[in-house]
């Protein structure tokens, strides 16, 4: 099953706000709607975003060059309507990369934009996979041990991408290789994406994992529960401060006082060169009601107000590493996004 494709002239995407109750497809041939799926996330994750921000490009210059009859049709309104979109969610820098590529194919036409969105997704496919290789082998050196136990936050599996996943993906290559223990999901407040979207991931694949309270993980972590924390990344910046769900942080601190490794997963779209420290990346505030309550039912008193940004940063000082799809970073021994090269994919 593929999260979000390109199915018959429109963008096809699993709605993961109906999950873990239902699984269903949208069909999504207007701007307006990708922008609300974006924003209500329907779709959600940074890979995910960044092909949906590509696949929008695509629709939108479909329409222009309909419209126009004749040639490549209005491309400033094209752009106009592109800025719209990469502004639609402010922190996974992957949506404004997505919707900024397919933009450069833009002067050859809709086809072409259409080709470079189609590169984007195939490509994610194959980063998840080998980014599932490079952090398995990674994680049983680190740990020196096989099978591993791992606690992970939100949900970076094959609903945030393509199809695999980026921590979770190195979770699911664990289990595939027999080298998972167990896993320990956070629910993740507010929005439950550990217990709506990763518990339903992991129950698919057959895996072992017992969901964990948010508040109980950095406990658990220190009562050696686990030997490794994933966490995948909205946006990583040039000095390898690395934005993810709220929730990241707490977890850093935790494994750190408990001497276990964290382990960032993300493709190499991730990361923004341009972002020089992590207090420089926007933190989306999505507002006070996803706080007081939960799929339409108050929890707080009426008239409470929340703060609630939806992520936050994990200084690099406290990751002992990054897995892309073609490198490891060991920021722990001192290695820099500058310095590392670039390998080959694997798998
Ligand atoms: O608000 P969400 O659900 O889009 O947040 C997603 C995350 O924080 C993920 O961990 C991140 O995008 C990486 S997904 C592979």
Same mark, same amino acid.
């Given at each position: 099953?593929?999260?979000?494709d390109?199915?018959?002239?429109?963008?096809?995407?699993?709605?993961?706000?109906l999950?873990?109750h239902?699984?269903?497809?949208?069909?999504?041939?207007?701007?307006?709607?990708?922008?609300?799926d974006i924003?209500?996330?329907?779709?959600?994750? +940074?890979?995910?975003? &960044?092909?949906?921000?590509? @696949?929008?490009? *695509? #629709?939108i210059?479909? %329409?222009?060059?309909? !419209? =126009?009859?004749?040639?490549?049709?209005?491309?400033?309104?094209?752009?106009?309507?592109?800025?719209?979109?990469?502004?639609?969610?402010?922190?996974?820098?992957?949506l404004?990369?997505g919707?900024?590529?397919?933009?450069? +194919?833009?002067?050859? &036409?809709?086809?072409?934009v @259409?080709?470079? *969105? #189609?590169?984007?997704? %195939?490509?994610?496919? !194959? =980063?998840?996979?080998?980014?599932?290789?490079?952090?398995?082998?990674?994680?049983?050196?680190?740990?020196?041990?096989?099978?591993?136990?791992?606690?992970?936050?939100?949900n970076?599996?094959?609903?945030?991408?393509?199809?695999?996943?980026t921590?979770?993906?190195?979770?699911?290559?664990?289990?595939?290789q027999?080298?998972?223990?167990?896993?320990?999901?956070?629910?993740?407040?507010p929005?439950l994406?550990?217990?709506r979207?990763?518990?339903?991931e992991?129950?698919?694949?057959?895996?072992?994992?017992?969901?964990?309270?948010?508040?109980?993980?950095?406990?658990?972590?220190s009562?050696?529960?686990?030997?490794?924390?994933?966490?995948g990344?909205?946006?990583?910046?040039?000095?390898?401060?690395?934005?993810?769900?709220?929730?990241?942080?707490?977890?850093?601190?935790?494994?750190?006082?408990?001497?276990?490794?964290?382990?960032v997963?993300?493709p190499?779209?991730?990361?923004?060169?341009?972002?020089?420290?992590g207090?420089?990346?926007?933190?989306?505030?999505?507002?006070?009601?996803?706080?007081?309550?939960?799929?339409?039912?108050?929890?707080?008193?009426?008239?409470?107000e929340?703060?609630?940004?939806?992520?936050d940063?994990?200084?690099?000082?406290?990751?002992?590493?990054?897995?892309?799809?073609?490198r490891?970073?060991?920021?722990?021994?001192?290695?820099?996004?500058?310095?590392?090269?670039?390998?080959?994919?694997?798998?």
């Open positions: 099953m593929r999260t979000i390109w199915v018959d002239g429109a963008i096809e995407l699993v709605d993961q706000t999950l873990p239902r699984l269903e497809m949208r069909r999504v041939t207007q701007l307006p709607d990708l922008i609300n924003q209500r996330l329907a779709v959600r994750g +940074a890979p995910a975003l &960044g092909v949906a921000g590509a @696949l929008g490009v *695509a #629709l210059a479909a %329409d222009a060059q309909r !419209a =126009a009859g004749d040639g490549v049709g209005d491309l400033d309104e094209v752009r106009r309507q592109a800025t719209l979109l990469r502004e639609a969610r402010p922190t996974a820098v992957n404004s990369w919707v900024d590529r397919a933009l450069t +194919a833009l002067n050859e &036409g809709a086809d072409a @259409l080709a470079e *969105a #189609l590169t984007i997704r %195939d490509e994610d496919i !194959a =980063a998840c996979v080998s980014m599932g290789l490079i952090g398995a082998e990674l994680t049983k050196e680190l740990t020196g041990k096989d099978p591993v136990r791992v606690m992970t936050i939100c970076t599996g094959g609903l945030a991408t393509v199809e695999r996943g921590a979770l993906g190195v979770i699911q290559t664990l289990f595939e027999g080298s998972l223990e167990e896993a320990f999901p956070l629910e993740t407040r929005l994406q550990g217990a979207l990763t518990a339903w992991l129950q698919r694949m057959g895996a072992p994992f017992r969901l964990v309270a948010d508040s109980a993980g950095p406990f658990l972590l009562r050696g529960i686990a030997d490794a924390v994933f966490i990344a909205d946006r990583i910046a040039a000095n390898g401060d690395s934005a993810n769900k709220i929730g990241s942080f707490s977890l850093a601190l935790a494994a750190r006082h408990a001497g276990v490794p964290f382990i997963v993300a190499e779209s991730t990361i923004d060169m341009s972002t020089a420290g207090a420089d990346i926007e933190i989306e505030d999505r507002g006070s009601a996803e706080v007081t309550g939960f799929g339409g039912t108050r929890t707080a008193p009426e008239g409470t929340a703060v609630n940004p939806a992520f940063v994990t200084p690099h000082e406290l990751i002992t590493a990054i897995v892309t799809e073609r490891v970073i060991l920021l722990q021994a001192g290695q820099t996004l500058r310095d590392t090269p670039l390998g080959e994919l694997r798998g």
